[in-house]
């Protein structure tokens, strides 16, 4: 459920509710006044984002492919010396 905050415009109190979207708070706790509104909330982003000093996952998987694909090749020149 999401959580809410609520302010009373005639004790100042502010509090936290846990309620449905469709629900509403009727008065304060604190001096049970019906003189309350919600408070806008502030929308967080919470996903991770990359560092631009982090190498990317994967990149050193990635480093090794190209390299043993280099090494497969000197190799194969190698053999094809040989022969």
């Not at 806008?40 to 090794?64: Q, W």
Request: glycine share 2%; hydrophobic share 20%.
């Amino acid at each position: 459920m999401p959580i809410y905050v609520y302010a009373c415009d005639d004790c100042c109190e502010e509090w936290k509710e846990n309620h449905g979207m469709t629900e509403e708070v009727e008065e304060c706790k604190q001096c049970e006044s019906k003189n309350i509104y919600r408070k806008p909330s502030i929308f967080h982003n919470l996903s991770k984002r990359a560092e631009p000093d982090k190498p990317k996952v994967g990149s050193h998987v990635e480093e090794f492919i190209k390299n043993s694909k280099k090494e497969l090749d000197q190799h194969k020149e190698e053999l094809k010396d040989k022969r």
